[in-house]
Structure formats: C-alpha cells, structure tokens
C-alpha cells in the first residue's frame, strides 16, 4: 500500500487507534462519521468522563479529596443540562456518584485533570490556535507527579471487565499514555499508569520506563500509514475497510457486517411489535450462533483452536462441584435435620440449608469435589486448551453428521 507524499494526515489519538484495530469500524465512526450508532452507548462514556472532570477540577479548588454532597449535586445538575434516557440514570448514578463516594483523588499530587497532549508529524507540540496542525492527541483524564522523575497517569474505564496487570502492560493505550509523557517531559524516568475501572472501584497500575515504550512513535507512525493508504484506495472500497473482530467488538455499537446485519443496537425497547422484531432476531441469532458453535467444534476437535485477532475460540478450562448428595442427606437424616428443599443438592439448595443449620456446613464441604472440564468458548489466547488430547472427545450424536461432547454440562456463553 503506497503512502501520498504531501497531505494533510488524518488526526489520530489513542482512542482513534484502539478503533483501528477494526478498520470497518474506524472508517464507520471516524471517517463517515456515522451518528446513528448507539448514541446513547457513546454517550454514557462521554457522560461519566466529563462528570468526573468536573468533580476532580472542584476537588482542585477546593483542596479537598472528596466532597461526597458536591457528588450528588453536580449529578443532579448534569442531568438536567445532559439529559439521558431515564433507564440509564441509576446506571449513571453508579458510576458517577458511586465511584466519586467510594474514592479519595490524591488532590496534593494531580497537576491536570483532562489533559491533551497535541502533536504535530514532527512531534512538536501544536498551540491550540494551530489546531489543524494536529497529527496525534493523547488526551489524559488525569496527570499527576509523585517522587523525583514520576508520573501516573490515569484513565477512567467504565467497561465491565477489569484489565488485569499483565494484559494492561501490553496494551498499546497505556503505552501511548506513557510515550506521551516521557516525550514532553524530559526528566521523567518513569511513567505509572492506572486504569480506574469506575463500575468495579478498582484499579489497575503497571510501570513503564523510557527504553520500553520508545518504540510506540514508530507503531504510531506505521499505523498512521495504513490509515493513510486505505484512505488512497477510496472511502467506499469495502475491501480496503475489513472487520476484524476482537476486543474491540466489546464496545463496537455498529451494526456489525459480519453479524448479517442481525444484532440489536436499540437501547430500550419501544412497543410491543418493537419486542417482536427484536424476539424474532433473538431467535435467528441464537439458531446461526447454535450452527456456528455446532460446525466449529468439530473443526475444532480434529485441529485444534482458531485464533480470531486478539480471540481464540477453542475449548477453555473450568471446574465443576459434584456434591455427593446421598451421603449429605443420609447424614443429615441420621442426625433427625428437617431435609425438605435437599431433594436435590444444588449450590442454592446447598446454600439455603447452611443459612437455617449453619453448623452443617463442615459435612458439605466434607462431601463436596472439584471436576476438571472444558466448556467451549471465546477466549484469550492465554487460557485456551491448546492440547487436542486434553479438549472433550467428540462422539456421534443420533441425528447423523452431528456431533456431542461428553462432560458437557450447558450451553457455552461467549467470553467478552
Ligand atoms: S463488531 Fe467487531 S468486527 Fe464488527 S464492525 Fe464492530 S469492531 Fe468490527
């Protein structure tokens, strides 16, 4: 793919590089510019950031590392100057109020709340009169410095799953935050960087040093190129424009091509023939993912998982309980206990007897084993069961061409 020499270069940033990872999806929101995407979906991220902007900024003013009142106000006010749809307010509550009650900001440390760093192809930094010259925005919801030579950086997530440590220290985003500093401060020799996942109320922090993130200008500089050299091959050239599922696909509000156009992207459903149309594409989805599941296992069986970008689909890893229920109840009726609700051990029936007759819990524990199984699933490539020997042997089912799995206990759920 070959690069025009003189042209304006489209303005990437971390977030507009996390979307390039499906370039479908980049051309869609960043080029095309699509607003009937989930809006509402793009706007409950916008909606928390700006709200705990504006919290930590009054945190600055008033020296003060929480103000739980202040907390609650300003979400009153934002949501009447940013109105949402009304099932989404205790959600947004959550997030907000709940993650700034739950937090104290470290007010004698942060010296920016929001901060964009803005950079031209030369990595000069642009002065905001010269906005077109930008080529690259990092934009960092707060800096602060610690010891001689530190700075953390911190991010606000308020995706449902937490990025554990060694996942984060690969991800190009926390790298980019890092490279950013150590280009505009020379004397930092070390950059923390912290995901603040708001909906778990926790946090994630990794360490980089200069020598590890050098290489991210030339990373950013390779994919501004191929963003460059599909631009050159047309906007409308689909082929230059591929989907490539992944992470991505987690917070990808579009309606996906390679889902035929058939997953939901409404927020709320509307009337009763609204819920029909979506029941019915409920219904056509889960037969196409019922097929695919069906077809892939046993490909899969025979040659092992397929790595789909940064997912593999195979068989993963989990454990069951098996209680021995006959022993548990034989017991129990022996010692004259009341075993209604145990006709079968279940963790709930389990669970509900230990509330009534706590001191039963040791017999249960006593009777109760871990089973080693595979469940088939998408997944990271880390966990997958990579060993054909050890996934579940396949064995022909009644109807002929179709396939079963022994020690499989219920329907797989797509790991996200
Ligand atoms: S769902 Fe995934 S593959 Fe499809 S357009 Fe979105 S990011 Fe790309």
Known sequence: MSVPAVKKRIALSNSRIDLHRCPHYFREKVLRKITTLNGQE????????SYLQEYVNHLLNTGQRADFAFAATLFDRMWIERPMVPELKQELWNLSVGYARSTEFDVERIVDAELAIDLDWDLNIVPKEKRDEIWFRARLDLLSFADEGVAIVEDYKSSWRIMPEGELKEDLQAKIYAWAIFHIYEWVHTVKVRFRFVRHKKTTQVIFTRDEVAYVERTL????????????QGLDND??????????????????????????????????????????????????????????????????????????????PESKRCY???????????????????????????????????????????NTTEKAQTKFAIGNPEDVVTDIEKQPKAKKSKKKGETTHAGEQSQSEPVS
Not at 42 to 49: D, F, K, N, Q, S
Not at 324 to 344: A, F, P, R, S
Request: proline share 4%; charged share 25%; hydrophobic share 35%.
């Open 42 to 49: 793009a706007e409950r991220g916008l909606w928390i950031h």
């Open 221 to 232: 500089r390779e994919i501004s190129d191929q963003i460059e050299a599909r631009v050159a």
């Open 239 to 316: 082929k230059a424009w591929p989907t490539q599922p992944g992470d991505v696909c987690n917070y990808c509000p579009i309606r996906c091509p390679l889902a035929r156009k058939l997953e939901a992207t409404d927020q709320v459903i509307q009337d009763a023939s609204h819920a029909k149309r979506i029941a019915e594409e409920y219904v056509a989805l889960s037969r196409t993912y019922d097929k695919h599941q069906k077809l892939l296992k046993s490909w899969i069986d025979v040659h092992g998982p397929i790595g789909v970008n940064d997912k593999i689909v195979g068989y993963f």
């Open 324 to 366: 021995d229920g006959k022993t548990i109840v034989d017991t129990l009726m022996g010692n004259q206990y009341d075993v209604t609700g145990l006709y079968n051990v279940t963790s709930t029936s389990m669970e509900e007897f230990i509330k009534k007759y706590p001191e039963t819990y040791g017999l249960f524990k006593a």
